[in-house]
């Protein structure tokens, strides 16, 4: 059974960082494209970053672009969101999701594209 567990969200001033976590079990993990998404009240989910199965190709939403970083660790079956500079508007719940034995670095910013999904945490932003 596939399981992803995101942790580290939680409360912040505006300007802070946060860097969150998702651990994957039962998932080839060096085999899987991942990617982080997120969803606040009233929208849609909406991609944030993704990263390619061997770390080497990342992607990014517009409105993260120079803030955010995603990366992974195949040693550890985990992947990173850090998050800086963190403004009110980036509250949401964070998902990570994962893309089972895909070796290419296209169509990663469209939810349709993941095959598991973890259950989220919540990253808040106060100003």
């Known amino acids: 059974q596939v399981q992803l567990v995101e942790s580290g969200g939680g409360l912040v001033q505006a300007g802070g960082s946060l860097r969150l976590s998702c651990a994957t079990s039962?998932?080839?993990?060096?085999?899987?494209?991942m990617g982080w998404f997120r969803q606040a009240p009233g929208n849609e989910r909406a991609f944030v970053a993704a990263?390619?199965?061997?770390?080497?190709?990342?992607v990014y939403g517009d409105s993260v672009k120079g803030r955010f970083t995603i990366s992974r660790d195949n040693a550890k079956n985990t992947v990173f969101l850090q998050l800086n500079s963190l403004k009110p508007e980036d509250t949401a719940v964070y998902y990570c999701?994962?893309?089972?034995?895909?070796?290419?670095?296209?169509?990663?910013?469209?939810?349709?594209?993941?095959?598991?999904w973890g259950q989220g945490t919540q990253v808040t932003v106060s100003s």
């Open positions: 990263i390619s199965w061997s770390g080497t190709s990342t």
């Open positions: 039962g998932l080839t993990f060096s085999s899987s494209a």
């Open positions: 999701a994962a893309k089972r034995a895909y070796y290419g670095a296209s169509y990663l910013s469209e939810t349709s594209a993941y095959n598991y």
